[in-house]
């Protein structure tokens, strides 16, 4: 709001010297000189009287000083007013979290630009929740308002909206006394003979298609089905039994007896800022802040 312009003016004024004003305003005196004339050239008038003693104001160029001083003194309060009504009332934004849907990625970038938004407010909601959990996207807007996760039409059955945020790559969970725990990247031959751990067909068609995959290309892994939900007992389970389990690299933190190693395969899948179908205006304008933060807005709507 604050004008340049103006600014620079009324230094010019109070120095009584271009070279003092632009030391105060760190620029050249070349460079100040020029934002006066481009400031009396927009009023059409002559505001200042150079003199061999320095610079000295006209009678039109006293009277802006004035008016400029008042301009510049109401916007700054005009801000400070609009920041207390922010801090008196924030919008209050409860985000669920969970160990499969930790909010750290939000938390992050919402820290890059929370001092342009100061007017919201965050909560955290923890929540005993699983990737995908109906359960979670259910209580969207009821229990808290945002979430962090992983999506596809696995959640069809779900209506919730998805801010994308980047990609999680498919990797595989192994106990860390498994051999192939000590690679750093896997193929796909190297799971032959292996119990393969992945969720039960009909749920995703990105899972869906890696089955099939599996299953033509490499009809030596032996797939075996858990539930839609990944739960701690399903990873406990995997660690025990020495299976190799489906998972994602956002989840390698997860279980701390399994190491997940990523796989030479193109297959990823969408993670980002879940919020409901009808948000609250709250929710609205806090997405539109993310949006922007983000980019180009990739919105995905879920039914």
Same mark, same amino acid.
């Given at each position: 709001?604050?004008?340049?312009?103006?600014?620079?003016?009324?230094?010019?004024?109070?120095?009584?010297?271009?070279?003092?004003?632009?030391?105060?305003?760190?620029?050249?005196?070349?460079?100040?000189?020029?934002?006066?004339?481009?400031?009396?050239?927009?009023?059409?008038?002559?505001?200042?009287?150079?003199?061999?003693?320095?610079?000295?104001?006209?009678?039109?160029?006293?009277?802006?000083?004035?008016?400029?001083?008042?301009?510049?003194?109401?916007?700054?309060?005009?801000?400070?007013?609009?920041?207390?009504?922010?801090?008196?009332?924030?919008?209050?934004?409860?985000?669920?979290?969970?160990?499969?849907?930790?909010?750290?990625?939000?938390?992050?970038? %919402?820290?890059?630009?929370?001092?342009?938004?100061?007017?919201?407010?965050?909560?955290?909601?923890?929540?005993?929740?699983?990737?995908?959990?109906?359960?979670?996207?259910?209580?969207?807007?009821?229990?808290?308002?945002?979430?962090?996760?992983?999506?596809?039409?696995?959640?069809?059955?779900?209506?919730?909206?998805?801010?994308?945020?980047?990609?999680?790559?498919?990797?595989?969970?192994?106990?860390?006394?498994?051999?192939?725990?000590?690679?750093?990247?896997?193929?796909?031959?190297?799971?032959?003979?292996?119990?393969?751990?992945?969720?039960?067909?009909?749920?995703?068609?990105?899972?869906?298609?890696?089955?099939?995959?599996?299953?033509?290309?490499?009809?030596?892994?032996?797939?075996?089905?858990?539930?839609?939900?990944?739960?701690?007992?399903?990873?406990?389970?995997?660690?025990?039994?020495?299976?190799?389990?489906?998972?994602?690299?956002? %989840?390698?933190?997860?279980?701390?007896?399994?190491?997940?190693?990523?796989?030479? %395969?193109?297959?990823?899948?969408?993670?980002?800022?879940?919020?409901?179908?009808?948000?609250?205006?709250?929710?609205?304008?806090?997405?539109?802040?993310?949006?922007?933060?983000?980019?180009?807005?990739?919105?995905?709507?879920?039914?």
């Amino acid at each position: 709001m604050e004008n340049d312009l103006l600014h620079s003016f009324i230094h010019v004024i109070d120095a009584g010297s271009l070279s003092k004003a632009a030391e105060k305003l760190y620029l050249s005196s070349t460079a100040l000189m020029k934002q006066m004339n481009v400031l009396e050239a927009q009023i059409g008038v002559q505001l200042l009287i150079r003199t061999h003693h320095g610079i000295r104001a006209t009678d039109a160029g006293m009277s802006l000083y004035a008016d400029a001083k008042f301009l510049l003194q109401y916007s700054e309060q005009a801000i400070a007013r609009a920041h207390q009504a922010a801090s008196t009332s924030p919008y209050l934004i409860r985000i669920g979290t969970s160990i499969l849907n930790p909010c750290t990625v939000l938390v992050d970038l %919402w820290n890059t630009i929370s001092e342009t938004y100061p007017q919201f407010k965050m909560k955290m909601v923890p929540f005993h929740g699983a990737e995908p959990c109906p359960t979670a996207y259910e209580t969207l807007g009821k229990d808290f308002d945002v979430m962090v996760g992983a999506y596809d039409s696995a959640n069809g059955a779900n209506a919730f909206q998805a801010l994308k945020l980047g990609e999680h790559r498919i990797s595989v969970a192994v106990s860390r006394e498994h051999p192939l725990a000590r690679k750093d990247l896997l193929s796909v031959p190297d799971f032959s003979g292996e119990h393969l751990v992945m969720m039960q067909p009909g749920i995703s068609p990105l899972m869906d298609g890696l089955r099939d995959y599996v299953r033509t290309e490499h009809p030596a892994i032996h797939i075996q089905d858990h539930p839609p939900q990944y739960t701690m007992e399903l990873f406990n389970r995997c660690e025990e039994r020495g299976a190799v389990l489906l998972t994602l690299d956002g %989840w390698k933190e997860v279980h701390p007896f399994l190491v997940t190693i990523p796989v030479d %395969w193109p297959y990823t899948i969408p993670y980002g800022v879940l919020y409901p179908l009808k948000p609250s205006k709250s929710v609205q304008l806090f997405v539109r802040a993310l949006q922007e933060a983000v980019g180009s807005p990739q919105l995905l709507n879920h039914r």
